[in-house]
């Protein structure tokens, strides 16, 4: 057992459910997704992604790759919310809500990708 | 060559991941802390505002507390938050400092920077290993003439020394060890314009290894290595090594060269010598008679081997000859710097003196005391060291002889005009007149200028005009080649000294010769001389000029003119 691959593994999972739990719910419902709850899929994400630095191999490359992804849409919905809640003071209408959830949606298919080619990877090599 | 970046981000990952879960920790704890508004409502930060203070807080810009004034419980959050949070801060940047400090990741910077210059490399080079006394003496005499070279040597101060040196080209040196064919491949050794490798170092099993590597990895190319033993000489000539210089047999033969055929040794240094001395004149040594040989080194003894060989018999003053071991002959105990062991090795009735210590300072004061005790004897000088050329000059030698020099222009020759080197191997069979008239030959033709020494090949390449002429069947002798394109009528100051046609080598060809294709030429004289051939070679304007003597119409429409006009004519 390699504790480098549970550690990771562990941070790429938890991306992956965080992520879901801030997705589900009604899109326009800004009752149903909560900020600490962002909050803590950003912190995971930039976890995973400082994570797979300074990995040479193939997977370690593509992994980076779909964090970096998740990680920016993260930070655009993180923006969204900022401006449309202290800037703009509009508050979070369901036009705003529905694009936060929409980004962090696509965030949670970059997740998606990560655990599924960590699935792959360690189907392919049963050590 | 990405390494760098794998390497900076495998090192930033700890301090990255620390930073990061610093700050979460402290903006989740700032949001959760209750507060209180300016009118005395409780009211929780919330995420926005907790990020903005904690990334002001830990850079230590501290703008202050906002938007509210905070409670007691936040202030008592923020003290903990605010020494965790910067001396993570500081212990990040202090890390990415000393990545940049750091020796492996400057290196690997350095070659990352050398590889891509080599890479676009533009012009034929060679790599030279080892810039020692030989390497900046080959490097200097290869860029006077133009060419690229590459340097690799192990020590650091050897190349900060190449970059201070003033020369002609700009030579890429890269400071790392040539046994490892990483770093030759990097030097460039698989460049399709690499075009030979010198090895130079001072220990043979290092040349031997960048033999090898070279000939397996590129084996097309030039490789020439020093080596000091006949043993390794047999190795590297086993897998094709294709010239082995050992500086002691060099220096002797050269010395040799000088005693047996005066003639030939000046045609050699005027030709082959580097190009910023004068014209020398012939000195010609006492063949016969009591000589001195100090020193018996390796040099002294490869010296004293030929001297033998030539019918001499040379008493050598040793001054530890425990260590060096001892001729056969008559030999005497002592440095040779002072009067009594001169005196006792016979300099009053001497001849001739070889001080050929590995000390310069000695050698110049050998010379000194055997002067003030026989005044005309023939001298000749080993110098170590280039620095001290001006000592030597004023010491006034008859042979002034500087290993490394030798060796370097011997490698020059064979890189730069590989026919120069034939001659010279052919003109050793040639009889002392036919050397001396080909001395005066050169001498009156280029007044006091050393002579430049060109090759050129009649193919496509080099000599375009002359190759198509020759594919058409028209008939170019050397004598075209020598007329100057601009006045047919004078001569180019040079000398046809070789052609060498399919490996058969005909010296110091009539002018009625008639060139062929693929023929290669050797000449020498005055430098201008080279460039203005070189438009005879090249353009068909100016070997129809010279040719024929007329100039020919170049443009359609000129040309349609006068064909007019000689139907007219008609």
């Known amino acids: 057992m390699n504790p480098e691959k549970v550690v990771f593994g562990f941070f790429i999972v938890l991306a992956l459910t965080l992520n879901f739990g801030f997705f589900v719910g009604e899109m326009d419902n800004p009752d149903h997704h909560h900020v600490y709850e962002l909050f803590a899929v950003v912190v995971v994400n930039l976890i995973a992604t400082i994570l797979k630095f300074g990995d040479r191999t193939q997977m370690g490359a593509v992994l980076l790759a779909t964090s970096l992804v998740a990680v920016l849409q993260l930070l655009a919905a993180v923006i969204v919310w900022a401006a449309a809640v202290h800037i703009s003071g509009s508050g979070l209408t369901p036009a705003v809500t529905a694009s936060i959830v929409s980004l962090s949606g696509g965030a949670m298919l970059a997740n998606v990708v990560s655990v599924v080619l960590l699935v792959i990877e360690t189907v392919m090599l049963r050590r | ?570």
């Open chain 2, 1 to 570: 060559m990405d390494n760098i970046f794998f390497l900076a981000f495998r090192r930033m990952r700890q301090p990255l991941l620390l930073l990061l879960l610093t700050h979460a920790f402290a903006t989740l704890g700032l949001t959760l802390i209750p507060g209180q508004d300016g009118v005395g409502n409780t009211w929780y930060m919330d995420f926005f505002h907790a990020f903005y203070f904690v990334s002001f807080m830990s850079t230590t810009i501290g703008f202050g507390e906002i938007p509210y004034e905070f409670t007691d419980a936040q202030r008592l959050w923020v003290i903990f938050s605010l020494y965790a949070s910067v001396v993570v801060w500081f212990y990040a940047i202090g890390n990415l400092l000393s990545l940049v400090q750091d020796r492996s990741f400057r290196q690997a910077l350095t070659e990352r920077k050398f590889a891509r210059r080599i890479r676009h490399q533009q012009q034929p080079f060679y790599i030279i290993c080892g810039y020692g006394e030989t390497g900046s003496a080959l490097v200097r005499s290869l860029t006077d003439r133009h060419q690229s070279v590459v340097t690799i040597d192990t020590k650091q101060e050897r190349i900060d020394a190449l970059e201070l040196e003033n020369l002609r080209q700009y030579v890429p040196a890269l400071c790392a060890d040539a046994r490892r064919p990483r770093h030759l491949i990097e030097a460039g050794l698989k460049h399709p314009l690499c075009k030979g490798v010198v090895a130079l170092t001072n220990v043979n099993k290092v040349n031997l290894k960048i033999a090898i590597t070279s000939k397996l990895l590129h084996p097309d190319i030039k490789v020439i290595c020093r080596a000091d033993s006949h043993d390794i000489e047999a190795n590297m000539r086993s897998f094709g090594t294709n010239y082995i210089i050992n500086p002691f047999d060099t220096f002797a033969l050269h010395l040799a060269t000088a005693l047996q055929a005066p003639g030939l040794y000046v045609l050699q240094e005027w030709l082959a010598g580097s190009r910023q001395q004068q014209l020398k004149e012939p000195v010609y040594p006492p063949k016969s008679g009591h000589w001195i040989v100090c020193g018996y080194g390796r040099f002294g003894r490869a010296v004293y081997h030929r001297l033998k060989d030539e019918g001499i018999e040379p008493v050598v003053v040793e001054a530890r000859p425990g260590l060096t071991g001892v001729p056969d002959g008559l030999y005497i105990e002592g440095r040779g710097t002072e009067a009594i062991t001169l005196e006792e090795a016979g300099i009053r009735k001497a001849v001739g003196l070889v001080a050929g210590t590995d000390d310069d300072a000695n050698n110049l004061s050998i010379i000194m005391t055997a002067r003030e005790l026989s005044s005309d004897l023939f001298v000749v000088a080993r110098q170590s060291n280039l620095d001290n050329e001006q000592i030597f000059d004023a010491a006034d030698a008859d042979i002034v002889m500087h290993p490394s020099s030798i060796i370097a222009d011997k490698i020059r020759v064979l890189l730069g005009t590989p026919l120069l080197h034939d001659f010279m191997g052919l003109a050793m069979y040639e009889e002392e007149e036919w050397t001396c008239s080909l001395v005066k030959k050169i001498a009156l033709s280029l007044n006091t200028q050393l002579p430049a020494v060109w090759e050129l090949k009649i193919d496509q390449n080099s000599a375009l005009a002359v190759s198509n002429s020759l594919a058409r069947g028209r008939v170019v002798s050397l004598s075209d080649l020598l007329r100057d394109p601009s006045n047919r009528e004078h001569e180019l100051e040079c000398i046809p000294l070789l052609i060498n046609r399919h490996g058969t080598s005909m010296m110091l060809p009539a002018p009625t010769t008639n060139i062929k294709q693929d023929d290669r030429l050797l000449f020498c004289g005055k430098i201008n001389a080279a460039d203005r051939m070189r438009w005879t070679l090249q353009n068909y304007h100016a070997l129809d000029y010279v040719l024929t003597g007329e100039t020919k119409p170049q443009g359609w429409v000129w040309k349609l003119l006068k064909r007019r006009k000689a139907r007219v004519e008609r």
